[in-house]
């Protein structure tokens, strides 16, 4: 449903996405709250709107009491190995017997609910990888509303590579698995690859605006896109429009409101009593949606596939590079997504190195012969060996 803001509405949120320092923001967001005009259409954005309001001034809280302490938000969790994956659930699902099980993480194992306050990061080895592995404190009913810290926790999934669900087979499965998704679909945070991805990059002045275009538009054309976005004055940026989008979409980009983050789920305590039964309820309510992982931190159960499931769910792809003059490839791989080319990969590695692009030698079990000379366009995959060669 259309948000129909007015130019004056649409100018503040560009006031408020434009201001730097925190206080700024806050003031510019609510001035744009106070002009949102109240209808079905907009209900979604008020919300969204009250909730990054809170956060702020929150975390203007925080900083002020930090300066006198020791710097730095203790809800920020510095990315470290291939991915950062977050760890969401109830109280006494598991999350930090299962950091204690497969990180070397030191944790808090503990009777007693709401033990983990703050979150807790360790690093999971997969294969040649490392996935950083993080415990976010327990969800409750309303943490989207900001309950327990609910706004801190969320920002920390909103801000992850990837999420393990987590739920207890020896309680009701099910209703913890609800509480969790419905939580996220409050904060906007989708676990399912959504139907279009719209990204927005902007860019300086005077760049101008570019709509590339990889799927189709539905019930609308390329003009009211662009329409829309010089409403909220977004006039230098390149947008990438995926899959099937409407103009919501676009105005969901334009908000950063939307966000799809690859989720599984891990249902723990398969060593209880009641963890048939609810295995079973899980199984047929999750069908072929998500990736369900049952294991057992107690028994150490399970954990075999959690690397691999989280690997496969991510969907991405490790690239090896080799210089011309050397026999091995480098044993650190590049981590892309799945679909990219040797041109992503040039770019990842240095800008400069993407002008210079001469050709590139690829190695692959799938090809015929290997090595075999490749443009930019060739579409890389996992395990995939790259010898790049500038002009
Ligand atoms: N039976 C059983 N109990 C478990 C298992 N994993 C954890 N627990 C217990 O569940 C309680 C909560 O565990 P904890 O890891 O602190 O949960 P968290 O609040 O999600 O971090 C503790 O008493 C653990 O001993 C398991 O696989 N089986
Ligand atoms: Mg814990």
């Not at 650190?332 to 002008?355: C, E, Q, S």
Request: proline content about 4%.
């Amino acid at each position: 449903m259309p948000t129909n803001l007015t130019a004056e509405a649409k100018k503040k949120w560009n006031e408020a996405s434009l201001a730097r320092r925190p206080q700024e923001k806050l003031e510019k967001l609510q001035e744009f709250l106070s002009l949102i005009p109240k209808h079905k259409g907009t209900s979604r954005l008020c919300a969204q709107t009250k909730r990054q309001i809170s956060t702020l001034r929150r975390e203007i809280e925080e900083g002020r009491r930090r300066r006198v302490g020791r710097g730095g938000s203790r809800f920020f969790i510095e990315k470290e190995g291939a991915a950062q994956v977050v760890i969401l659930g109830p109280t006494k699902v598991g999350r930090s017997s299962l950091l204690a099980s497969v990180t070397n993480a030191k944790v808090e194992v503990s009777d007693y609910p709401y033990t983990t306050r703050e979150p807790v990061p360790g690093m999971l080895r997969y294969q040649d990888l490392q996935f950083q592995l993080v415990e976010a404190p327990a969800l409750v009913k309303g943490s989207a509303d900001g309950e327990n810290w609910g706004l801190q926790t969320l920002g920390l999934a909103r801000n992850a590579d990837g999420l393990v669900l987590m739920v207890d087979l020896s309680q009701n499965s099910l209703e913890q698995l609800s509480l969790i998704l419905g939580e996220l679909e409050k904060a906007r945070i989708l676990t399912q690859k959504p139907r279009a991805r719209v990204e927005i990059e902007r860019k300086h002045v005077g760049a101008g605006l570019h709509i590339i275009l990889f799927g189709r538009l539905i019930e609308c054309t390329m003009q009211d896109v662009e329409a829309m976005l010089k409403g909220y004055r977004i006039r230098d940026a390149i947008v990438k429009i995926h899959g099937e989008a409407t103009l919501d979409d676009v105005e969901d980009a334009i908000f950063e409101s939307t966000i799809y983050r690859p989720t599984i789920v891990v249902a723990n305590k398969s060593d209880t009593a009641e963890a048939t039964k609810n295995l079973d309820d899980l199984k047929a309510f999750l069908g072929n949606k998500y990736t369900l992982l049952a294991i057992s931190c107690r028994n150490l159960l399970g954990f075999e596939k959690l690397g691999a499931e989280i690997f496969g769910a991510l969907r991405i792809i490790r690239v090896y590079t080799k210089e011309p003059a050397k026999k091995e490839p480098s044993p650190k791989p590049f981590i892309l997504k799945r679909g990219a080319t040797v041109a992503d990969l040039a770019k990842l590695i240095h800008t400069d190195f993407y002008r210079r692009f001469s050709f590139a030698k690829v190695w692959a079990k799938r090809l015929r012969f290997s090595p075999q000379k490749v443009g930019t366009s060739f579409v890389l995959e996992d395990k995939d060996i790259v010898e790049l060669h500038a002009k």
